[in-house]
Every structure is written in structure tokens, then in C-alpha cells.
């Protein structure tokens, strides 16, 4: 499995911590959600309601993580890695998915690095624009922004997961995966 991480796991050395086998595969950026801090990072919808923008404090791009991205980019997006792992379990527990400190959803992948983009955001359709390379799909992990003390919040009512997962159908958020060199 594929996951984009943008916090602690991207940090090889604590990923070794978490599982015994994994790979990154590169760097990539999260379009459509920003990164808050609280007691860990984590995401949530731009604070604007919409595209780019400032947030509300929160990071915009991890510091650490910023030529992933070609530089620190404005707007709702994440900087981070993809990680590559079987070990979908022991990457729960790390994020306390059982517990519900952070829910574990999955957003379309487009590859940079390949000939025609696929999206899969427009009414659950996907669609081909010549821009990229649809690879599939990567988990991402989302933490309560209540339970982190992160100033940030999910619309709606409901479960996290579901305030989440309706975000995620209601707007175009995607892993990219920038050109190399």
C-alpha cells in the first residue's frame, strides 16, 4: 500500500520504528488539504473554504519537506513522501486509527512523471486531460483536529470519518507526484 505521509513518517528512522519493510518512493505533494499543528500535525480543508489561500496559522508545507515540492508552495498544499508498506496495522496503531485519533482515507494519485492525468474528483468519474498519469490511489492519514488540539475543524456533523470522506467527494483533493530533476 501507498501512503502519503507529512509528519513523523517521513523521517526514515522512525518509520524503521513502525514497520520492518517499507520503501519510499519519492517525494510527493497533497493538493487540497493544509497541514495544522497541534500536538501532531495534521490536515484539514484550507481555511478559506476553497483554492489556494492563507490558513489560519497552521503550516502550509512541512519546512523540513519543502523541496519536495519545488519550494515552499502557497496555498492548500503538503509537502511530504509517498511510503510503500504492507504493514497497514502497525502503521494504524502508530496513528491510533483504533482509538480514533486519526482516520485512514484514500485520495486519487497522478504521476507527474507520465503522459496523461486521471482524476478521479469530478462526481466520481475519472477523466483524462494529457496533463499526468493517474497511479492509482495512497492512504492518508487525518488526525482530530479537537483530539490534537489543532486549530482547524471538518464540516458537518458526524463521525470524523465521515466529515472527512464527504470533504474528499465535495472537492478535488489528490497525491502528486512532481517531475524529477
Request: hydrophobic share 35%; net charge negative.
Given at each position: 500500500m501507498d501512503v502519503f505521509v507529512y509528519g513523523t513518517l517521513t523521517n526514515p528512522d522512525r518509520v524503521r520504528t513502525v514497520v520492518d519493510s517499507f520503501v519510499f518512493v519519492g517525494p510527493a505533494v497533497l493538493e487540497g488539504l493544509r497541514v495544522v499543528d497541534g500536538e501532531c500535525p495534521t490536515l484539514a480543508p484550507p481555511a478559506d473554504g476553497g483554492g489556494s489561500g492563507s490558513s489560519d496559522g497552521g503550516s502550509n508545507v512541512d519546512a523540513s519537506n519543502a523541496d519536495a515540492s519545488g519550494g515552499g508552495m502557497a496555498g492548500p498544499d503538503v509537502a511530504g513522501r509517498l511510503l510503500r508498506t504492507n504493514?497497514?496495522?502497525?502503521?494504524?496503531?502508530?496513528?491510533?486509527?483504533?482509538?480514533?485519533?486519526?482516520?485512514?482515507?484514500?485520495?486519487?494519485?497522478?504521476?507527474?512523471?507520465?503522459?496523461?492525468?486521471?482524476?478521479?474528483?469530478?462526481?466520481?468519474?475519472?477523466?483524462?486531460?494529457?496533463?499526468?498519469?493517474?497511479?492509482?490511489?495512497?492512504?492518508?492519514?487525518?488526525?482530530?483536529?479537537?483530539?490534537?488540539?489543532?486549530?482547524?475543524?471538518?464540516?458537518?456533523?458526524?463521525?470524523?470519518?465521515?466529515?472527512?470522506?464527504?470533504?474528499?467527494?465535495?472537492?478535488?483533493?489528490?497525491?502528486?507526484?512532481?517531475?524529477?530533476?
Open positions: 504493514e497497514v496495522d502497525a502503521l494504524d496503531a502508530y496513528e491510533g486509527v483504533e482509538d480514533g485519533l486519526y482516520v485512514r482515507v484514500s485520495v486519487p494519485v497522478v504521476d507527474e512523471t507520465a503522459g496523461s492525468r486521471t482524476t478521479g474528483h469530478e462526481a466520481g468519474a475519472s477523466r483524462s486531460d494529457g496533463a499526468a498519469e493517474g497511479a492509482g490511489e495512497a492512504a492518508v492519514y487525518v488526525g482530530d483536529p479537537d483530539r490534537l488540539g489543532a486549530p482547524a475543524a471538518w464540516p458537518g456533523d458526524g463521525p470524523l470519518r465521515e466529515r472527512v470522506e464527504r470533504v474528499l467527494r465535495e472537492r478535488p483533493v489528490e497525491v502528486r507526484i512532481p517531475p524529477t530533476g
